[in-house]
């Protein structure tokens, strides 16, 4: 068995009086890509948010490597060694390539040797290096999740969380940010994805859960995914 | 090409060494009007530098220098006969650094212009509760203030100002410079990055309050009467807010030359055409906001982009403000 590395224990989260997860539980051991598969609404960007800081949850625990971090402000869980890509990348716009780069090691330790991860970032997409003093907002849909991604490894982490690679960008971009991702991971970066894209992301994935209406209803390899009959009806229209 | 580069380098530290050499003999050659005129800028552009390290780079618009400004002013009416001249000063900044650590602490969780409206309000708050203790506990409206000559003030205002550009600098040029300006551009990413937003906000505040309180305590000497309606005064918001924008947002330079040609354009105005100064200071104001989006600053860069680029080709424009959606 490898090394747990993420660890989510009976999670609830509510905004307000609307319960949004109940009783999330789920693992990522090292080295593995995961991915959370569901529909709009299902809850998943509510389930990174909690576990990443942005949302306290209701009860329930979040452990990462063995240690608790449930409730965390998100700056002390980044330090943690966890990574964070939102939604559409979220980068800053109006900042150069190299400096949206430069503030992904922002925490005092990477501060340090943010020199030495940026000549690591502009190796692995080497198309950032040319681009370093463009403002990121003129960048290309496809230079984008570059450097979204880009900015994730400048602060060394262990994991990298990513909440809908797929949105926005053209199925052509969408298999490239894909492959990006499995290059990460052979890069020794271990992976929680997710998706509504069910085809490509369980193509990638060593396994996979399913959330519905708040609540894990489904989860195994991504080989016994891609064959189940609820997926394949709900998701992959088959 | 390379070395006009570097020679760039070393022309702005030097034109700012003049020109604070000569700001500092300035006063032994002109006369006591002039002096307080320059005083008159300085002090806007100390609030106007002061407003901009914060508002100006984390895009959240603060319009409570006035309250700070006050606290500095009110410092001074109380503590001024008690304490030597410096340490009143760094007093009223201190003043104004809690004020703002405390505002902050209420207000930075709102965004826009929610913040925007606390802030306005709070000056309102401050003057109102100010006012009415005074009347009601004290018994006595406002105070009087010892003067000092205006010499000295302007020197104390240059000081002031030198430090502040001095922070500024080491500022933008920290992690935490680009942190704040992470924030203006994407707060929610800044967070994810691992940025204490909230904390940052709050002592990026604090710090520039601290030089508007500064400011605030050493003009108190120049007055020979203060009160919560004198000291409270929401000019001094929005005067700093305009110069600012009126100079061009996103350097040192901007707001510095935008108080600076805002004063004098203000000053003129009023000694020249006083019935009219406030008509003729809105319509430059709509004209700025209209052509000149990025300010005094901008105008001139793209002018100089006009002068140094031989045959300009159509395309090959620089701003990527059309480029795509700039949101984050």
């Not at chain 1, 502009?122 to 290309?140: C, D, G, H, I, M």
């Not at chain 2, 929401?234 to 947002?249: D, E, H, K, Q, V």
Request: net charge positive.
């Amino acid at each position: 068995m490898k090394l747990l590395m993420l660890e989510v224990k009976d999670l609830n989260v509510a905004y307000g009086n609307v319960q949004v997860l109940w009783d999330v539980s789920l693992n990522v051991a090292e080295g593995e890509i995961v991915v959370l598969l569901g529909a709009n609404g299902a809850g998943k960007t509510t389930l990174l948010n909690a576990i990443t800081g942005l949302v306290r949850p209701l009860g329930g625990n979040v452990s990462f490597l063995g240690r608790d971090i449930t409730g965390l402000p998100p700056n002390e869980i980044v330090e943690h060694g966890i990574a964070y890509l939102p939604e559409g990348g979220r980068l800053f716009p109006d900042m150069s390539v190299q400096e949206n780069l430069e503030m992904g090691s922002y925490l005092k330790n990477n501060w340090k040797i943010r020199k030495n991860r940026l000549e690591y970032v502009y190796n692995v997409f080497p198309r950032l290096k040319e681009r370093r003093k463009q403002l990121a907002k003129t960048l290309s849909g496809g230079e984008r999740q570059m450097l979204a991604m880009g900015r994730c490894l400048m602060s060394n982490p262990k994991m990298g969380f990513f909440d809908e690679l797929s949105y926005g960008l053209a199925p052509k971009l969408v298999k490239e940010a894909f492959a990006m991702l499995k290059s990460l991971r052979d890069l020794g970066l271990t992976i929680f994805l997710i998706e509504q894209n069910a085809n490509q992301s369980l193509e990638i994935a060593d396994r996979a859960y399913v959330l519905e209406n708040g609540r894990i209803v489904n989860s195994g390899t991504a080989n016994e995914l891609l064959h189940s009959d609820h997926i394949r009806k709900a998701y992959l229209g088959l | 090409m390379k070395q006009s580069k570097r020679i760039a380098k070393y022309i702005l530290p030097v034109v700012i060494v003049l020109l604070v050499a000569l700001m500092a003999v300035v006063p032994f050659f002109t006369d006591p009007y002039k002096v307080v005129f320059l005083r008159t800028i300085l002090m806007f552009v100390i609030l106007t530098l002061s407003w901009s390290l914060f508002s100006g780079t984390t895009g959240y618009t603060s319009l409570a220098t006035a309250a700070f400004y006050g606290a500095g002013l009110y410092t001074t009416a109380y503590l001024g006969e008690k304490l030597p001249l410096p340490l009143m000063v760094v007093c009223g900044g201190i003043t104004a650094f809690a004020l703002a650590l405390l505002m902050g602490a209420i207000t930075l969780r709102l965004k826009g212009i929610y913040f925007a409206i606390f802030t306005l309000s709070s000056v309102e708050l401050i003057k109102q509760v100010l006012h009415w203790y005074e009347i009601n506990i004290v018994g006595v409206r406002g105070h009087y203030v010892t003067r000092v000559n205006d010499v000295t003030v302007y020197y104390v205002l240059l000081v002031i100002t030198v430090l502040l550009v001095l922070t500024i600098y080491l500022i933008k040029r920290s992690r935490y410079g680009l942190a704040l300006n992470s924030i203006g551009s994407c707060e929610e990413a800044a967070a994810h990055i691992g940025i204490n937003v909230v904390g940052l906000k709050i002592l990026a505040y604090a710090i520039s309050s601290f030089f508007i309180g500064m400011a605030g305590a050493i003009m108190a000497t120049g007055m020979l009467y203060i009160d919560s309606y004198v000291a409270f005064d929401l000019n001094y918001s929005f005067f700093p807010t305009l110069m600012a924008i009126f100079g061009g947002l996103g350097n040192i330079l901007g707001p510095l030359v935008g108080a600076a040609v805002f004063t004098y354009l203000r000053e003129i105005l009023i000694t020249k055409y006083s019935y009219h100064y406030m008509l003729i200071f809105g319509t430059v104001m709509v004209l700025t906001i209209l052509y000149l989006p990025s300010g005094l600053i901008g105008l001139a860069q793209n002018i100089w982009k006009k002068l140094t680029t031989p045959a300009p080709t159509k395309g090959l424009k620089t701003e990527g403000g059309k480029h795509a959606d700039t949101s984050c």
